[in-house]
């Protein structure tokens, strides 16, 4: 009860109150904008973030989370063009909704059912969080690298259109994380090539701005001529939900998806879009309107918006109680606890369980300022979603300048995010996906750290073999590569017959 109330303590100030209500207007309106997104709108904020102290650094980036994911759902309503990928589903009964003249009905139950979403998996995370840390505090070496394999494996087996791919990319991660002197003696030199500027390695604030920023931009740039389309909404002051479509019938589609969103959310790599789609597609199999889905039904937005919301306290779940973060932008999270200091994972909940209950008031904190602001602003962000990309992307220019260059104060570090920025967009145009290469960098160097521990402990490789709870994940991880291999497969193959039968 202490450690609750010191957590409330430092919660209840101007500065921290403030912060969550800027950072969620900032997820509002990157969310909004197609072709700016959440992690975008983070990776930003997270040099900044590190001048701040660790409670205003979370209050800030934790507000940009939950404004993001739910500010997708404006413009995929007003112009069926999803601001995140977490918002593709909310298309397909948002924007005939909007057709049909209730738009602004339309934005007031995603947001509602955004509120209800997150503040679901805030609980979740409230209660699941330390029982999980229990036993992952009676990890050894050896199960704490199954753990990061099996996380490995199953995100970049899941993630994109194909599983080599996804391998590729983390793989990517991997070696970057392993540039520099190496961390166990601190001496050795690796992949340096004889550049002095690179024996710290590679800073997380550096790839992030380089892998996700600059792809972004670059593709941007190339779209500066198109028209931007015009949104229409209805003239309102606070958008909510009507009587109607806050009852009885829309409680069940709520609860299911709150419990879909934060499983998807637990489970490493998904994302909020996985989330979003399997969802809808539960809700309308189980609805008893199953004909109205697709033409402007509010359960299909409900199903969307609550799912997409809920990913976000699931997949803060593993990233406090066991170090690995459930998708990009947790990774980009966790990576500002790292610069704040602070070990993420177990020994989070010894050293500072206070960080804990702040980190779950301000996730209760963000979500309900989210559903305030949206619902005040809804006709302004639908605004923003027109202004034109010739005024955004200098002001997104120079935050990635500022950001790179205030980490050490080094001209090469901007160089090296224009190097990393080109090879996000190598890959991404050849649809190479980049939350493995992330989190392959981020747990890579705990990995080896924690496989090199294993082998010093146990002898021999075989003898690491022996223990059961590591194996257990180790073979997991390999039925999950050997299953999404033959799902691609045979995709691949009926594919092809589709073909031939076309052909014929």
């Known amino acids: 009860m202490a450690t609750f109330l010191d957590a409330l303590g430092q919660i209840a100030s101007l500065e921290v109150l403030l912060l969550i209500c800027v950072g969620t207007v900032v997820g509002i309106i990157f969310g909004a904008i197609p072709g700016l997104n959440t992690p975008i709108a983070v990776a930003l904020l997270l040099p900044f973030s590190y001048k701040l102290g660790t409670v205003p650094a979370m209050a800030l980036l934790l507000g940009v989370y939950m404004g993001g994911i739910s500010g997708g759902l404006v413009s995929a309503i007003l112009l069926r063009i999803p601001g995140t990928a977490a918002a593709i589903a909310t298309t397909f009964d948002g924007y005939p909704m909007c057709k049909k003249g209730l738009g602004a009905e339309a934005m007031a139950i995603g947001t509602y059912g955004s509120f209800i979403g997150g503040t679901f998996s805030a609980i979740v995370l409230a209660f699941l969080a330390s029982p999980l840390t229990k036993i992952a505090i009676q ?113 069940r589609v709520m609860l299911q998806s709150s419990i879909i969103g934060t499983f998807i959310g637990i489970m490493p790599g998904l994302g909020s879009s996985t989330g979003a789609m399997l969802s809808y597609t539960a809700a309308q199999k189980t609805s008893k309107h199953k004909e109205e889905f697709g033409t402007g039904c509010p359960e299909g937005v409900y199903a969307s918006e609550v799912a997409n919301n809920a990913v976000t306290g699931g997949a803060l779940i593993p990233m406090l109680s066991l170090g690995i973060p459930g998708d990009s932008v947790t990774a980009i999270i966790m990576a500002a606890l790292i610069l704040q200091g602070i070990s993420v994972g177990p020994l989070l909940f010894t050293q500072h369980p206070d960080l804990v209950y702040v ?110 709870s590591a194996g257990t994940f180790l073979l997991i991880a390999a039925v999950v590569i050997t299953v999404a291999a033959l799902v691609m497969r045979n995709k691949k193959l009926m594919s092809k017959l589709r073909g031939k039968k076309a052909a014929a």
């Not at 809804?378 to 950001?403: E, N, T, W």
């Open 359 to 468: 980190i779950v008031i301000i996730v209760f904190l963000a979500n309900l300022a989210m559903f305030i602001i949206q619902s005040f602003g809804i006709p302004l962000f639908a605004k923003i979603v027109q202004v034109p990309r010739f005024y955004l992307l200098p002001l997104i220019v120079m935050c990635c300048a500022m950001g790179c260059i205030s980490v050490n104060n080094r001209l090469f570090d901007f160089y090296l995010i224009i190097v990393l920025g080109i090879l996000g967009y190598a890959l991404e145009n050849n649809k190479y996906p980049l939350p493995p290469l992330l989190l392959g960098y981020i747990l890579g160097s705990d990995t080896e750290l924690y496989l090199r521990r294993s082998l010093m402990y146990y002898g021999s490789f075989g003898d690491c073999l022996k223990m059961v």
């Open 139 to 251: 990890f050894g070496p050896w199960d704490y690298f199954g753990l990061m394999m099996f996380a490995l494996s199953l995100v970049s087996a899941l993630i994109g259109s194909s599983v080599l791919k996804g391998y590729i990319s983390m793989f990517i991660g991997l070696f970057i994380s392993c540039i520099g002197l190496s961390s166990l003696d601190g001496l050795t030199k690796r992949f340096t090539l004889g550049m002095y500027q690179l024996e710290g390695g590679v800073s997380m604030v550096i790839l992030i701005i380089g892998i996700y920023a600059v792809p972004e931009i670059l593709s941007a740039a190339g779209k500066l001529r198109e028209d931007m389309a015009t949104a229409q909404y209805e003239k309102k002051h606070f958008y909510i939900p009507s009587k109607e479509h806050r009852g009885r019938r829309y409680w």
